[in-house]
């Protein structure tokens, strides 16, 4: 993968840090199905070479739990027709 990534840092009156960001990404398939069906669709790929992806997400830090909150998601696919993947996250990490 290849491609620019933009983050902005927040600090709120709280502390909190709150960062959005947003990338958009190149992929080169270098070892794609051509001739046969793929047994498990998770294989599947593009007929072509060249696609891309987008993701976003937002991560928070908040001090007074001692804890981080991130959130993303992504989609990929761009400029075929023939492929199309996405998907969300949510991470929370909490310490003891």
Do not use: C, H
């Not at 009156?13 to 051509?34: H, K, Q, T």
């Not at 294989?43 to 909150?69: I, M, T």
């Amino acid at each position: 993968m290849f491609g620019p990534q933009v983050a902005v840092e927040l600090i709120t009156a709280e502390d909190y840090r709150i960062v959005p960001y947003a990338s958009l990404s190149g992929l080169y398939d270098f070892n794609r199905l051509i001739s046969d069906a793929a047994i498990d669709a998770v294989l599947n790929s593009s007929s072509k070479n060249f696609r891309g992806r987008v993701e976003g997400g937002v991560e928070a830090v908040l001090p007074r739990w001692d804890s981080r909150l991130q959130l993303e998601g992504f989609y990929d696919g761009i400029g075929v027709g023939d492929y199309d993947a996405y998907g969300v996250q949510l991470d929370w990490n909490l310490r003891f």
